[in-house]
């Protein structure tokens, strides 16, 4: 596969957020709720698509708890399927819910994304961070599951990448978070190459972060290598929105799609190949 540019996400790619962010979700409804999800029915929500941001996560899988709590009949699955169907994100769970639940303002009068979001944060975080990031006081003192994300990104998968190829980052985090698994990793990117969710709201699958970061390095062939359908779906999704490019959409099996299961999910969205982590990236590309 010959590029120029390779854009990698964040979690699940460079590092693993396995009991980092998903944790912070589920915890974070438990803490606000006394009642929560399973980590495992995270994945469901990204299938979905829609929810590249995991505050959004966060409150989507609060609706389901909560409305389970005034009678939804329906499993995780169930429900995310019914997501899916109205096109994924926290607006089709918002709809669902409504639909199908006949009274459901009661729903919605016990749901407060905004101390969900200041829970998660403070969890996922910690004190310090917290109060350096959010600029506030911590209600409780937190360590931060952030401080326990193995990086998966080998030094010598950085040198091989940055020698050959122009190198992005396009991530849901805000800037401040990626900037601390930046540096983690140990992967020095310049600014105008790191693309977060403080750049743009449209979110992944959107293309037009992608478009923006090809057209920073002049790139011919671009390669998106991410842990989800989303990320996929963007390259796609650029391919068929810029006429001047090829983009190339990789999964990797490191986030919350692995194995034979979700290698096949990746294929099913047309992903250009799928890897077992990104350190087989080296491998696969050549330099356009």
Do not use: C
């Not at 409804?29 to 299938?47: M, R």
């Not at 040198?159 to 540096?183: H, M, N, Q, S, Y």
Request: net charge negative; proline share 3%.
């Amino acid at each position: 596969m010959r590029v120029d540019t390779v854009v990698l996400d964040i979690d699940g790619v460079l590092v693993d957020v396995a009991d980092s962010y998903r944790r912070a979700i589920v915890e974070s409804i438990e803490t606000v709720y006394g009642d929560t999800i399973e980590k495992a029915g995270i994945q469901l929500f990204k299938d979905a698509g829609g929810f590249n941001n995991d505050w959004q996560l966060t409150y989507a899988a609060a609706l389901y708890i909560l409305a389970r709590h005034e009678g939804l009949d329906l499993t995780l699955e169930e429900y995310t399927d019914a997501i899916a169907r109205e096109g994924g994100g926290l607006g089709a769970a918002k709809h669902a819910v409504r639909v199908i639940l006949d009274e459901p303002d009661a729903v919605f009068d016990e749901w407060e994304p905004e101390r969900l979001r200041d829970v998660f944060q403070q969890l996922y975080l910690g004190s310090d961070r917290y109060r350096e990031l959010e600029g506030a006081e911590p209600t409780m003192e937190t360590r931060g599951f952030i401080n326990d994300e193995p990086v998966l990104l080998e030094p010598e998968t950085i040198e091989a990448l940055t020698e050959r190829f122009d190198v992005a980052v396009l991530t849901g985090r805000p800037e401040g978070e990626a900037k601390i698994a930046l540096e983690r990793v140990g992967l020095d990117i310049p600014d105008n190459l790191r693309w977060t969710m403080d750049d743009w709201e449209a979110g992944k699958p959107d293309p037009r972060a992608l478009i923006r970061l090809a057209d920073r390095t002049r790139a011919a062939h671009v390669a998106f290598v991410g842990d989800t359908l989303d990320d996929v779906k963007t390259a796609l999704n650029a391919d068929r929105g810029d006429g001047a490019r090829v983009y190339y959409g990789i999964g990797v099996l490191t986030g919350g799609l692995t194995g034979d299961a979700g290698r096949k999910k990746f294929a099913d969205v047309g992903a250009s190949a799928v890897l077992e982590s990104v350190n087989e990236l080296p491998n696969l590309l050549r330099k356009n």
